[in-house]
C-alpha cells in the first residue's frame, strides 16, 4: 500500500477513462451515499467507510470499514446495489478490528501539546463511566503510555488463536494497553523506517487480541507523516479527536492534521484544548499561552470545541508515577474536563444503534 494521503475523491476514482465504467461507479457512489450512520449522522461514504471501490465488468468489489456493531452495514449495501439493473454481484471485504465497536485516533498536529496524556486521561474517564476500553500506543517515535499507566517494563505476551497468533494486550486499571513501547529495547532509539514502520503498524492494527471493546482509543505519532497515514488507512478508524494547545504556532499545525483526516475520509469529532489555563491556590484562572485558540480553530474547521483542559502539575506527576489524574482525584476540575468528553462521546456513539436509510 502506498503511505501517500489517498483523498476520498482519489479512492472512488476509477483508473481506466472509461466513461462506461466511470458512469456506473458516480452511480454506486450516489446510491452508496444513501445509507446514513445514525450516530454520526453522515452518509457511509463521506464517512470514509468505503473504500477502494472499483467496477470490473458487471461487478462492483469495494472495503468496507466498520466497528463490531455494524455489520449490518454490508447486508444495507448488498440490499441497495442490487437495485442497480447492471449489478451482477457486489463483493463487499468487511474490514475491522475483531471484538471492537468504536475505533477512535488522538492526535494532534505537533509534539509537546499533551496528546498522549491527554489519551490516557480519556481512556480512563471511559472506564471509569463502566466503558469496556483499550488503549493503543501507535506512537513509534515516542511511546510513553506504558510508563504513563505503571506498566514501564512488562512483557508481551504472544498468544496461539484460531486465526493466528496475537499479541495479548496488557491491563492496566481495567484498560487493556498495547504499545510499540513494550516491544523496543529500554534507552533505544527506535529507528525504524518505510516497510519495518509499515509491518510494525499494521501488526498492531490487526494482531492484538483485544477481546471485547466498545472503544479502542490509538495514540498516534504527532504530524502528518507517513506513520499516520498508515495507521489511518488500515484501520476501521471512525472519527478523530485533535489536541492543541492555545498558541497559534500549535493551532497552525493542528489546522493541517485536521486537512489529512479529512483528506482519507475520516471524519474529525472534535478539539480537545490542553494547557488552556492555570489555577492558582485562589481559584483564580490565568491563561499563560494565550485565549480562545481552540475556539476560533473549532469555528473555522466546523468542528466541535470538545473540552479545555486546564494546566495541573497532578497531570505531569500522574504521568510519571503511573498513576492518571482522572483516577486519582476525579472530582478535580481537570479530571472532570475529561469526564465531560468521555460523557459526550458516549452519547454520540451509543445513543443510537440501528442503521438507517433513506
Same mark, same amino acid.
Given at each position: 500500500? *502506498? ?8 479512492? /472512488? ?8 465504467? /466511470? ?34 465488468? &458487471? ?15 454490508? @447486508? ?19 474490514? @475491522? ?11 494532534? $498536529? ?26 493503543? =500506543?501507535? =506512537? ?50 527506535? *529507528? ?9 503498524? !499494521?501488526?498492531? %492494527? ?19 507523516? =507517513?506513520?499516520?497515514? @498508515? ?12 489536541? @492543541? ?14 486537512? #489529512? ?10 478539539? /480537545?484544548?490542553? #494547557? ?9 484562572? !490565568?491563561?499563560? +499561552? ?12 466546523? *468542528? ?6 486546564? %494546566? &495541573?502539575?497532578? %497531570?505531569?506527576?500522574? $504521568? &510519571?508515577?503511573?498513576?492518571?489524574? !482522572? ?18 462521546? =458516549?452519547?454520540? +456513539? ?6 438507517? #436509510?433513506?
Amino acid at each position: 500500500m *502506498a503511505h501517500n494521503s489517498i483523498s476520498l475523491h482519489q479512492q /472512488i476514482q476509477p483508473s481506466p477513462a472509461d466513461p462506461l465504467i /466511470i458512469g456506473r461507479q458516480q452511480q454506486v457512489v450516489q446510491f452508496l451515499k444513501q445509507i446514513i450512520e445514525p450516530n454520526l449522522k453522515n452518509d457511509i461514504v463521506s464517512l470514509g467507510m468505503v473504500r477502494n471501490l472499483r467496477i470490473v465488468d &458487471d461487478y462492483v468489489y469495494l472495503r468496507l470499514y466498520i466497528g463490531s456493531h455494524q455489520q449490518q452495514l454490508q @447486508t444495507e449495501i448488498q440490499k441497495i446495489l442490487s437495485q442497480l439493473s447492471w449489478c451482477k454481484k457486489a463483493y463487499i471485504q468487511p474490514c @475491522t478490528i475483531p471484538g471492537v465497536k468504536t475505533t477512535l485516533a488522538i492526535s494532534s $498536529g505537533k509534539g509537546g501539546v499533551g496528546k498522549s496524556t491527554t489519551a490516557v486521561n480519556l481512556a480512563t474517564a471511559l472506564r471509569l463511566a463502566g466503558a469496556k476500553v483499550g488503549l493503543l =500506543d501507535a =506512537d513509534v517515535y515516542g511511546p510513553n503510555i506504558p510508563q504513563m499507566l505503571g506498566l514501564g517494563k512488562s512483557e508481551v505476551e504472544i498468544i496461539d488463536t484460531p486465526e493466528g497468533q496475537r499479541f495479548l494486550p496488557l491491563s492496566a486499571y481495567g484498560i487493556k494497553v498495547m504499545s510499540v513501547g513494550l516491544l523496543a529495547e529500554p534507552n533505544r532509539p527506535l *529507528a525504524w523506517r518505510g516497510p519495518i514502520l509499515h509491518k510494525i503498524i !499494521t501488526q498492531f %492494527i490487526h494482531e492484538v487480541q483485544w477481546g471485547e471493546l466498545d472503544y479502542l482509543l490509538i495514540d498516534l505519532p504527532p504530524g502528518t507523516g =507517513d506513520a499516520q497515514i @498508515t495507521i489511518v488507512q488500515e484501520s476501521p478508524i471512525c472519527g478523530a479527536i485533535v489536541v @492543541t494547545t492555545p498558541q497559534q504556532v500549535a493551532i497552525s499545525d493542528v489546522r493541517r492534521s485536521v486537512y #489529512m483526516f479529512r483528506q482519507v475520509g475520516v471524519p474529525v469529532l472534535g478539539i /480537545i484544548e490542553n #494547557m488552556s489555563y492555570f489555577i492558582n491556590s485562589n481559584g483564580e484562572q !490565568t491563561s499563560i +499561552f494565550g485565549t480562545g485558540g481552540g475556539q476560533k480553530l473549532a469555528d473555522e474547521l466546523k *468542528a466541535p470545541l470538545l473540552g479545555e483542559i486546564p %494546566i &495541573d502539575p497532578r %497531570i505531569c506527576s500522574g $504521568g &510519571d508515577t503511573g498513576k492518571p489524574l !482522572t483516577l486519582a482525584d476525579p472530582n478535580s476540575t481537570t479530571s472532570q474536563a475529561f469526564v465531560q468528553i468521555a460523557a459526550a462521546l =458516549d452519547t454520540t +456513539f451509543f445513543s443510537v444503534s440501528n442503521v438507517q #436509510m433513506v
